[in-house]
C-alpha cells in the first residue's frame, strides 16, 4: 500500500510539472510591431534560429516567419521589428566574432507574428540558419565565408567571397549569387539550391532527394549526385568529374576540358555541350544520353544493362559487357573494342 501511495505522488508531481512548463510554452497573443536598435559591434559571424528552452514541444508551435536581411554597412548596426511583447522571448548574445539571435518557438508559436531582423556590418564571414527562418537576404564580402542552413530556411544571398562552403539541410532552400574562389556545397535532406556563382573551383556533393541547379563559369568541377537526387547545370568549366549513383540523373549544358563521368545504380547523364576528351562510365542499368555533346576522343566502359548514347569524331576505345549498349555518331578512329556477354554497338 505503501508504496503504491508512493507512485501515485511521483505521477501526480509529473502532471504537474507537465503542466507549469505547457503553461509556460503557452503562445502570446500578440500586440502591435515596434522597432527596437540593440548595441553590439566587433563581431563577423551571424547565427539566427528557434530553440525550446524546456525539454517538451507542444503542438501549437507554428512556422514564425522569421525575416533577416544583413547588409554591407561601414559600422555596425542592429534593428529588430517585432511585435512589442514578444522582445522577451529573442535571446540575443555575443561570443567572440558570433553575433546569435535565438528565437524562443514555444512562446511565439503564432505564424502571424513580426518578427524582422536587420543587421549592418563591415564584413560577413560566416551565417548559420536553424529552425526555420522563412527569408533571409544576406551580402557578403568576406575573405572566406561558410554558411549552415537547416530547419526549412530559406537563404537569398549576394556574394564576392574567396573560398566558400554552403552546408544545407532539412529540407531548406538557397539561392546565391556572385563570385567566389573555391565553392563546396554539401546539400541533403530534400533541400534545393540555386547557384549563379563564377568561381575558381566547384565541389558539389548532393544527397537525400536533394536538387542543385548551377549557372556560370568555373574551373575544375567535382559532382558526386546520390540517393535520387539531381544536378541541372549550365556551365563552362575546367577538368570536370561528374559521380553520380543511386536513381540519380544530371542534365543540362556544359563547356568542359577533359570529363570523366561515372554512372551507376539507375542514373541517368543526360548533357548536351563540348569537350575535347572523355571517359566515360556507367553500370547497374544506367544510362549516358550526349548525342548532342562534342567529343574529340572517348573511352566507353558499360556493364550491367546499361546504354550509352555519343557524339565522337577522332578517336574511339570501348569496352562493353552483360547486356549494354553503346550508339554513336561521327567518325572516329576505332581503338581498343571489347564486346561481351550479348552487348552490341550501333553506328548511325
Known amino acids: 500500500m505503501r508504496n503504491k501511495t508512493y507512485y501515485i505522488s511521483i505521477v501526480l508531481i509529473c502532471l504537474g510539472l507537465i ?10 497573443e500578440l500586440k502591435p510591431a515596434i522597432t527596437q536598435e540593440f548595441n553590439y559591434s566587433d563581431f563577423s559571424s551571424v547565427e539566427v534560429g ?11 508551435t507554428l512556422n514564425i516567419p522569421i525575416g533577416l536581411d544583413v547588409v554591407k554597412a561601414d559600422s555596425y548596426k542592429m534593428e529588430i521589428t517585432a511585435n512589442e511583447n514578444i522582445f522577451d522571448f529573442i535571446h540575443i548574445s555575443q561570443s567572440g566574432k558570433s553575433l546569435k539571435v535565438l528565437i524562443d518557438r514555444n512562446r511565439i508559436g503564432n505564424e502571424n507574428a513580426t518578427l524582422n531582423i536587420k543587421i549592418g556590418m563591415p564584413q560577413l564571414e560566416g551565417l548559420k540558419l536553424s529552425g526555420g527562418v522563412m527569408r533571409a537576404n544576406v551580402f557578403s564580402s568576406a575573405a572566406d565565408f561558410a554558411a549552415n542552413v537547416s530547419g526549412s530556411s530559406k537563404l537569398t544571398i549576394d556574394m564576392q567571397t574567396g573560398k566558400t562552403s554552403f552546408n544545407i539541410g532539412s529540407s531548406s532552400v538557397v539561392i546565391a549569387s556572385g563570385s567566389a574562389g573555391d565553392l563546396q556545397a554539401q ?20 544527397s537525400s532527394s536533394s536538387d542543385v541547379v548551377t549557372n556560370g563559369t568555373t574551373g575544375a568541377l567535382n559532382a558526386e549526385v546520390s540517393s535520387s537526387s ?8 575546367g577538368d570536370s568529374l561528374i559521380k553520380v549513383s543511386s536513381s540519380s540523373d544530371v542534365t543540362g549544358n556544359l563547356k568542359a576540358a577533359d570529363l570523366q563521368i561515372e554512372a551507376n545504380s539507375s542514373s541517368r547523364i543526360d548533357l548536351k555541350g563540348s569537350a575535347p576528351n572523355a571517359v566515360l562510365k556507367a553500370s547497374s542499368s544506367s544510362d549516358i544520353v550526349m548525342p548532342q555533346f562534342v567529343l574529340n576522343s572517348a573511352a566507353v566502359t558499360l556493364n550491367g544493362s546499361s546504354e550509352a548514347n555519343i557524339e565522337v569524331s577522332q578517336h574511339l576505345d ?31
Open 19 to 28: 503542466g507549469m512548463l505547457a503553461g509556460c510554452a503557452r503562445p502570446v
Open 50 to 60: 528557434l530553440w525550446s528552452p524546456v525539454f517538451l514541444s507542444f503542438g501549437n
Open 187 to 206: 546539400v541533403s535532406g530534400s533541400s534545393r539550391f540555386t547557384s549563379n556563382v563564377n568561381s575558381t573551383s566547384l565541389t558539389y556533393v548532393i
Open 230 to 237: 539531381s544536378l541541372d547545370m549550365s556551365l563552362e568549366s
Open 318 to 348: 570501348v569496352n562493353l559487357s552483360s547486356s549494354s549498349h553503346l550508339t554513336y555518331t561521327g567518325q572516329p578512329v576505332m581503338g581498343d573494342v571489347k564486346v561481351s556477354g550479348a552487348s552490341d554497338i550501333t553506328h548511325k
